[in-house]
């Protein structure tokens, strides 16, 4: 099995690459920072360019897809949109044109709620699901719409098979300690979602691996079975979405995102929970 792992030198790309490592996969990991080691494990690369994007995945059996501008704020809107999107079709285009089958992508939960935001999210139902309407409120959370779309076309027009996971915030060990932690105490504030570091690399891992029909496309929530808050879910909800309707028990400081998909289709459970 020989992956490749894009955004390399991220903090998720690093995990990612560290366990498939483990797993005993070949892995090329490729970002835009400095320059390759010489000895094919790492190569800087503009994904940008789809010529690019043809060299570092020929010969790969999949690509894990993590380069992008990471958020909103830290580039201009038109920037950011503008960047994303070119990386997640030219990683797609080039998949097909050199014969490689699967591509996994981050997305993001952002789809539901951008952060920051500028008016109230309209969450209808709890736990939320993949088929939430979607309201991206800035050009990075749109980016992400659009980049799922890209994902959706690649599959149904060149037989892909293309998985869209929704990250949440993604946690890392040394911050571990922080969880759980108060809400914001605002109304425009994002759900407490989260996803521990570990467990990220893991799904990703899972996502490129395990046998799927070709030619689908599959949108995830990834999520821990918890919050982040050190509030009960229910209170939340009662507060801040009190027209919301509750479709299935929420105990204690259970997620109020949906990970049933992703156990159902990967077999991803996750490991880590802040609420003990």
């Known amino acids: 099995m020989k992956l490749v792992v894009t955004g390399a030198k991220g903090t998720i790309g690093q995990a990612v690459v560290r366990y498939a490592l483990s797993q005993g996969a070949q892995v090329l990991a490729v970002d835009n920072v400095g320059r390759g080691d010489g000895e094919g494990h790492y190569l800087a690369a503009d994904l940008t360019d789809l010529g690019q994007c043809c060299e570092v995945l020929q010969g790969a059996d999949a690509v ?69 309407p979607n309201d991206p409120q800035n050009a990075y959370a749109l980016s992400k719409v659009l980049g799922e779309q890209i994902a959706e076309y690649f599959a149904h027009q060149h037989g892909l098979t293309t998985l869209s996971l929704r990250l949440p915030e993604v946690v890392p060990p040394e911050i571990w300690s ?77 997620a109020m995102l949906s990970g049933k998909r992703a156990e159902r289709l990967l077999g991803f459970q996750p490991q880590y929970r802040c609420h003990q």
């Open 64 to 132: 894990i897809n993590l380069a992008a501008i990471s958020a909103a704020l830290q580039r201009s809107s038109a920037q950011t949109l503008m960047t994303n999107v070119a990386i997640t079709y030219n990683v797609c285009m080039a998949a097909a044109l050199v014969g490689v089958q699967r591509v996994v992508w981050a997305s993001s939960v952002q789809v539901f709620h951008s952060y920051p935001t500028l008016r109230r999210a309209q969450y209808r139902y709890f736990p939320v699901d993949e088929d939430h």
């Open 178 to 254: 922080e969880l759980p932690r108060p809400i914001e105490p605002w109304e425009h504030s994002p759900l407490p979602h989260y996803v521990h570091l570990e467990d990220c690399a893991r799904v990703c891992y899972l996502a490129a691996t395990v046998p799927l029909p070709p030619a689908t496309h599959h949108v995830l929530l990834i999520t821990a079975e918890d919050t982040s808050a050190d509030q009960p879910t229910l209170s939340i909800i009662q507060r801040y979405y009190p027209d919301a309707e509750i479709r299935a028990e929420l105990p204690g400081y259970a």
